[in-house]
């Protein structure tokens, strides 16, 4: 008896080129120039109105993040009693080279809330705190 070949059926992936976490905030023009101007990140969109931005996005490389004012505080992860442990950050920005991000962003004065370092999940990074409170870590996997 001849076994019967498997038959393979191949799925078609569509790439995905990214993902933006949607941040609330209290001010979409203040928020967007903090990005803009310390992180270096370009603005995409505000609006929907000049004089009514309480919408926003902005990217940089592959990142791409999204602001909305909703009349609500932020609520970054940090500051959420979870009971099982912490969850430090809001969004991970995976960056080639931490060390030469790192000093871009000293060479612009920006307040890091945790430097340069290796941590124990075999990441080496540094962590930033928007002004709402969201804690971005800037890094990628360290041998």
């Known amino acids: 008896m001849i076994a019967k070949a498997e038959e393979k059926t191949e799925i078609t992936k569509t790439r995905i080129l990214g993902i933006a976490p949607l941040f609330v905030v209290n001010n979409v023009p203040a928020t967007l ?4 101007d310390l992180l270096g990140f370009g603005v995409m969109y505000q609006g ?16 791409m993040i999204m602001f909305k004012a909703i009349g609500v505080a932020p ?3 940090y500051t959420r009693d979870v009971k099982q442990g912490i969850a430090p950050w809001d969004a991970y920005i995976c960056a080639a080279d931490p060390d030469a991000l790192a ?7 920006v ?22 409170g969201y804690v971005l870590y800037f890094g990628r996997p360290w041998p």
């Not at 120039?33 to 803009?36: D, G, I, M, P």
């Not at 929907?48 to 990142?63: C, K, L, Q, S, Y």
């Not at 000093?103 to 004065?109: D, K, L, T």
């Open 33 to 36: 120039a903090f990005y803009r």
């Open 48 to 63: 929907p109105e000049p004089d009514d931005i309480f919408f926003g996005m902005v990217e940089r490389g592959g990142a």
């Open 103 to 109: 000093a871009e962003f000293a060479s612009r004065n």
């Open 111 to 132: 307040e890091f809330s945790k430097p340069l370092h290796n941590n124990s999940d075999n990441l080496r990074g540094f962590e930033v705190k928007d002004p709402n």
């Open 75 to 77: 609520v970054p992860n």
